[in-house]
């Protein structure tokens, strides 16, 4: 009976010694996982960029329907702010386009886990979701993106570019660039915004 006893005591404390064995490894496994999170989560130094974006604008925007085609010109008006502790810029558009009023919203950030900056557009004339990612060149004023965007000619997708480029005034430039009808690339829409005297 005192060996059953005996050997019963000798299990449990086992069996307790590998449960605060495995409470101690799960620990560490969800330290390492809380570690990786906070890493992917907090804002680096690649989102100082996006401070570059912050104020009120006024904008000017060309656009070609064709390589070499008219010049349309409208004008509007871009606000944007950081949103989520610097994590993102939202921008909020408004202005005319075609005699009709339109408006846009974008947001912009930088995905710590791709090494990509990103941006979501969406406006009043779709109902797209437009992405891109990129990187800035080496002079760090320069973001140079590329993503899919619907050709209503066609009823696919066709692949975009876009570059904004800062300039030593604060001033900044956002070109789009997409395939022609002979499949060479040309600029579509040059945006140019200057920031409001307050």
Request: charge should be neutral; proline fraction near 4%.
């Amino acid at each position: 009976m005192k060996l059953t006893r005996m050997m019963l005591m000798i299990v449990m404390a086992a069996g307790l010694a590998v449960s605060s064995w495995a409470a101690q490894e799960m620990s560490a496994q969800e330290k390492e996982m809380m570690q990786m999170m906070e890493k992917y989560s907090t804002p680096g130094p690649q989102h100082e960029f996006l401070k570059k974006y912050v104020g009120e604008w006024n904008v000017e925007v060309k656009s070609w329907m064709t390589p070499g085609g008219e010049t349309m010109i409208s004008k509007g008006a871009f606000k944007s702010q950081l949103i989520f502790d610097g994590r993102y810029v939202k921008g909020s558009f408004e202005g005319m386009m075609m005699d009709r009023k339109y408006m846009g919203l974008e947001i912009i950030g930088f995905d710590l886990f791709q090494k990509k900056y990103t941006t979501l557009w969406i406006d009043n004339m779709s109902t797209t979701f437009m992405l891109t990612s990129g990187t800035l060149d080496a002079t760090g004023m320069v973001l140079t993106e590329t993503g899919l965007m619907p050709d209503p000619m066609t009823g696919n997708n066709m692949t975009m570019r876009t570059t904004t480029t800062f300039m030593p005034d604060g001033s900044y430039k956002y070109a789009m660039f997409m395939p022609g009808p002979d499949g060479k690339e040309f600029m579509s829409m040059e945006l140019t915004a200057k920031k409001k005297m307050m």
